[in-house]
């Protein structure tokens, strides 16, 4: 092998080990994810303490956000707890998100922490919201006014079937 081509190679090998295709944030999230599973690994299998420390985890995940990203968080939480009380509180890669039968249903994602200019709102396969062959499962959301609230409630209701 020419030496060219020796030094191409090797420049290629030493930038693939410095890059692995995920951001700074994306790890974090994966970090975060990873200490979410050995938690819930440790938690006892009592319904009543898994929606305990999950309201903890999640109180605590939304007190950390940024101001615009916690007003919307909060009251997200409310509506998703008023409206589909069976659900469970929990963290899904850092983020706010609620399981039923022990699988995320939706999630809060904050624009702050993805560098995003709006908050989402996502739903996961387990949400029942299938409505022919294409249908949205997240969505931007920028406020929470009574429009906008209304839409929630209905998507949560629907989702959890």
């Known amino acids: 092998m020419s030496e060219a081509r ?3 190679t090797g420049d290629a090998a030493a930038s693939e080990k410095n890059f692995d ?8 999230a994966m970090k975060e994810h990873a200490k979410e599973l050995k938690k819930a690994a440790r938690r006892s299998s009592s319904l009543a303490k898994a929606r305990e420390e999950g309201e903890r985890d999640v109180r605590e995940k939304i007190a950390e956000m940024p101001d615009a ?5 909060e009251r997200l ?9 069976d659900l469970v509180p929990r963290t899904w890669y ?4 609620y399981a039923k039968d022990g ?4 999630f809060f994602q904050s624009a702050q922490k993805f560098k995003s200019r709006y908050a989402t709102l996502g739903f996961s396969d387990v949400a029942a919201l299938d409505d022919g062959t294409l249908w949205p499962t ?3 959301l920028t406020e929470l006014n009574a429009a906008n609230e209304a839409v929630v409630s209905d998507l949560v209701k629907r ?3």
């Open 6 to 8: 020796k030094a191409t």
């Open 21 to 28: 295709g995920f951001s700074d944030d994306e790890r974090a």
């Open 69 to 73: 990203d916690r007003v919307l968080a």
């Open 77 to 85: 939480h409310e509506i998703i707890a008023s409206v589909a009380p």
């Open 94 to 97: 850092g983020m706010p998100a």
């Open 103 to 106: 699988k995320v249903l939706c």
């Open 138 to 140: 997240t969505y931007a």
């Open 159 to 161: 989702a959890v079937g």
